[in-house]
């Protein structure tokens, strides 16, 4: 047949199927031996097969470069996330917490540490530092440490980021990540006027939670939270509440435990996070093997399906990434999984005492001794150095999995990401060895099974699949 | 010889490989794809000829035999990859090109 080949990349799922996708993310499920035909020009344009790789632009008859037009405009529009530069600016007011979790990354200081809070003149440079990246969205998102242990530093930084906002005119954003254990109505109803959301850390039923985020003293955490939660609801609104999880090998094998908590507290959203090997997450011994987390991450996704079919709605934010970028046109940059990495471009933090990282992953290997992922400071770095530096570009290009070994291959890339951090900190160098990087072992099989799940064609799967990329609860019929 | 020729020699897997079948390249990346599981040893025994050895890793759960034909099937693949993209490398070239230039750009890559 008289057809160009356009780029593919593919992968043999089994013996008789074989994964193709391009640089845009379209994809198609082909048999070996239609894969034989096509790449030997011999397969039939009456074939559906054809019609398909035809549709998805792998395949031309003829305008090429028409095509050649079309798979431009696709590629740069899945890559418009890097056209804002740094949007998410992530600030620390403190390093001193009162949580003792299994899994703490950053290696927090004791409450009573206060030479680990910080201060104006350094809040203030971080300001300014902040506004000067071009995005027009600005997010400042308070970690800590917990930032309520220093919230005058926080009401500081929000009034002067608002302040600057008069003149720059963005679409800023607060958020504060928090253990709420120290949250009072005060600060709520402070809060509240300066639109601030919230985003805490719900692991789990009472004793999955207490087991992974004690307080330091040993109470109870899991009830103040859930208190806390339905104070911050009452003030804010349900909408600005979330909770993230993280995956220790203590609810490991709990995970549908975990959903039934979401529910059991109303919230309709839940990212099943595996562990980030950090800070004291690597010294307690709480890690896990990665096939254990995905055998558990694939049941557990089958069961939050179901629970959306039965009728409650709750995303599952790992999958919904991976739809969005399967089977939609559009952009979705997320830090931690995009390529070029997100490392400084897509999102910063500042630290309390004016250091700048490229991730809040690369602070943590800083408090462990490693000071690689140090861009500089605040008080003595400027802006063009901070952001436009040989190091930011050198981690950035190396990054591209365009031309990373075995990425630049693989059929799944399109929707993977580079961590620069992650591998060095596993592997000790930024670009990996990728055959034995966990990352891109966990990466991979999660997003061979939405896949498969995806060619099931099944109606009640993608009703729920398109309800979470679109942020809707489906329609239910009325009985 | 055109089959890939397979010795075993105690903890060793000899593989003769025809270049004129099988690209320095594609052999390359099939041993960059299993180096995590064997060590690779790679050396020209004639003009036409490899000689890849594979050493299991002391921690690897799979047998030689296994990790031998795995490789075979590997080496099929990355050479499909390499014959593929000699028809459609330059259109990726210029699909890149044209997504990232500037719209001033635009005429100049069409000319």
New interface residues.
């Given amino acids: 047949m008289n057809y160009?080949?356009?780029?593919?990349?593919?992968e043999?799922l089994n013996e008789d199927e074989i994964f193709l996708s391009n640089?845009a993310g379209e994809f198609c499920f082909i048999s070996n031996n239609e894969f034989q035909q096509l790449?030997n020009h011999d397969l039939s344009s009456d074939s559906e097969t054809y019609l398909d790789l035809k549709a998805k632009q792998i395949i031309a008859e003829s305008c090429?470069?028409d095509v050649?037009?079309m798979?431009?405009?696709k590629?740069?529009t899945k890559?418009s996330f890097l056209d804002n530069f740094t949007a998410l600016h992530m600030v620390v007011p403190t390093l001193r917490c009162n949580s003792n979790c299994v899994y703490c990354q950053v290696s927090r200081k004791n409450i009573d540490s206060k030479n680990f809070d910080m201060s104006k003149a350094t809040a203030k440079k971080i300001i300014n530092m902040i506004f000067k990246s071009p995005s027009p969205s600005i997010k400042i998102e308070f970690q800590g440490g917990e930032p309520l242990l220093n919230f005058n530093m926080v009401k500081y930084i929000i009034e002067q980021a608002e302040g600057k906002n008069t003149f720059k005119k963005r679409n800023l954003e607060f958020v504060i990540c928090s253990n709420l254990s120290l949250m009072t109505e005060d600060m709520l109803k402070y809060l509240k006027k300066h639109n601030v959301y919230i985003s805490t850390s719900l692991d789990g039923s009472s004793f999955l939670h207490n087991k992974n985020r004690p307080l330091q003293g040993g109470q109870d955490s899991y009830h103040t939270l859930i208190e806390k939660i339905n104070l911050c609801r009452n003030h804010l609104g349900h909408d600005h509440v979330s909770a993230l999880m993280t995956t220790s090998m203590y609810n490991l094998h709990n995970l549908k435990e975990v959903v039934d908590e979401y529910i059991k507290q109303n919230f309709n959203a839940i990212f099943l996070r595996s562990l980030n090997p950090y800070g004291f997450a690597k010294e307690n011994n709480i890690d896990y093997d990665v096939d254990k987390f995905v055998e558990n991450y694939k049941e557990t996704l089958d069961y939050v399906i179901q629970v959306n079919m039965d009728g409650y709605y709750i995303v599952e934010g790992f999958a919904t990434i991976l739809l969005s970028r399967i089977l939609t046109p559009f952009a979705t940059g997320f830090v931690d999984m995009q390529f070029p990495a997100g490392a400084g471009i897509g999102g910063a933090i500042y630290d309390y005492n004016g250091n700048v990282y490229v991730s809040d992953e690369g602070r943590m290997l800083a408090s462990m001794g490693d000071e690689k992922f140090l861009m500089g400071n605040v008080h003595s770095t400027s802006y063009d150095e901070l952001f436009n530096s040989n190091f930011l570009k050198s981690l950035i290009r190396t990054s591209c999995l365009?031309c990373t070994?075995?990425c630049v291959?693989c059929a799944f890339s399109p929707y993977c990401g580079f961590d620069p951090v992650r591998n060095y900190s596993e592997q000790g160098n930024i670009i990996g060895?990728i055959?034995?990087s966990n990352l891109c072992r966990k990466n991979k099989q999660v997003i061979k099974y939405v896949l498969e799940l995806i060619k099931k064609n099944d109606k009640n799967i993608n009703e729920v699949f398109w309800s979470w990329i679109t942020r809707k609860p489906p329609q239910r019929r009325s009985l | 010889m055109d089959k890939i020729t397979k010795n075993f020699e105690h903890d060793i897997a000899k593989l003769t490989i025809n270049t004129e079948i099988y690209s320095i390249k594609a052999i390359i990346n099939a041993a960059y794809n299993f180096n995590k599981d064997c060590y690779l040893y790679n050396e020209k025994i004639s003009d036409s000829l490899i000689e890849t050895r594979l050493k299991l890793k002391a921690n690897s759960s799979l047998s030689l035999e296994k990790l031998s034909d795995e490789f075979c099937n590997e080496l099929i693949n990355q050479q499909i990859r390499l014959n593929i993209e000699k028809e459609y490398g330059h259109i990726r070239d210029l699909i890149f090109k044209k997504a990232f230039s500037p719209i001033d750009n635009e005429q100049n890559l069409n000319s």
């Fill in positions: 160009q080949l356009f780029p593919f990349k593919f043999t640089e790449i090429v470069n050649i037009d798979m431009a405009v590629l740069r890559k365009e070994a075995a291959q060895h055959p034995s």
